[in-house]
């Protein structure tokens, strides 16, 4: 069975750092895009960050760019996300997400296979 479960969140003041992990299983991932999203209440899921396993290349979302790193252990199977200077609009459920590594896009959550359950981020003000 495939899971990704996400940790690391927590209650933040403004201006501080959290990292995120997500320990993958159930399968090979060395093929994959692991991806970063988030959730604000009201809003839609938006990108944040991914990486790919191959090559390591790594993209992000112009919002957290200079602010968040995403890296990997893959013999770990787990992907983080270093989230410095934090800011309350960053206030959201972080989701690690998994996809195939087939296509050039990475941004959009319905092209992502697998799914984590999420961890509360809070950043207060």
């Known amino acids: 069975q495939v899971q990704l479960v996400e940790s690391g969140g927590g209650l933040v003041q403004a201006g501080g750092s959290l990292r995120l992990s997500c320990a993958a299983s159930?399968?090979?991932?060395?093929?994959?895009?692991m991806g970063w999203f988030r959730q604000a209440p009201g809003k839609e899921r938006e990108f944040v960050a991914a990486?790919?396993?191959?090559?390591?290349?790594?993209i992000y979302a112009g919002v957290v760019k200079g602010r968040f790193t995403i890296s990997g252990d893959n013999t770990k199977n787990t992907v983080y996300v270093q989230m410095n200077s934090l800011k309350p609009v960053d206030t959201a459920v972080y989701y690690c997400?998994?996809?195939?590594?087939?296509?050039?896009?990475?941004?959009?959550?319905?092209?992502?296979?697998?799914w984590g359950q999420g961890t509360q981020v809070t950043v207060s003000s």
């Open positions: 997400a998994a996809k195939k590594d087939y296509l050039s896009t990475y941004d959009r959550p319905g092209l992502y296979d697998y």
């Open positions: 990486i790919r396993w191959s090559g390591g290349r790594t």
């Open positions: 159930g399968r090979t991932f060395s093929s994959y895009v």
